[in-house]
């Protein structure tokens, strides 16, 4: 659990240090969404039958960055950290400077700003 949290943390969720030993932790985001974790444990504790997912994208979150400048700092910043990078930064054709990272499970996250 902190290893996934200090995760969030670098993308700028404010989850208490406290949290990392948690069997469940959850975030209010602005406009009311809340983003839950639970451990494995946690899980098969009331789902006996859970098996881990294979890979591949299970969810899908995307950080709005304020500028594509702010997408090559965060992605450098979250590598520099060893968080693993899947796609560096690119100009993408939709209009966005675009990167994806992976956060400690694999599972992908997206990283974007306007290009103009």
Do not use: N
């Not at 639970?38 to 881990?52: C, L, N, Y």
């Not at 299970?58 to 796609?87: I, K, M, N, Q, Y």
């Amino acid at each position: 659990m902190a290893a996934f949290l200090d995760f969030y943390r670098r993308l700028g969720l404010d989850l208490p240090a406290s949290a990392d030993a948690a069997p469940h932790v959850e975030v209010t985001l602005p406009g009311g969404l809340r983003l839950a974790w639970d451990t494995e444990e946690t899980i098969r504790g009331f789902d006996p039958s859970w098996t881990r997912p294979g890979p591949g994208h299970r969810t899908s979150l995307a950080f709005r960055c304020a500028s594509p400048a702010e997408v090559d700092a965060v992605h450098a910043e979250l590598t520099a950290a060893g968080v693993r990078s899947h796609l560096a930064p690119f100009d993408a054709v939709w209009g966005q400077r675009y990167a994806t990272v992976l956060d400690p499970d694999g599972g992908a996250v997206d990283l974007f700003a306007p290009l103009g």
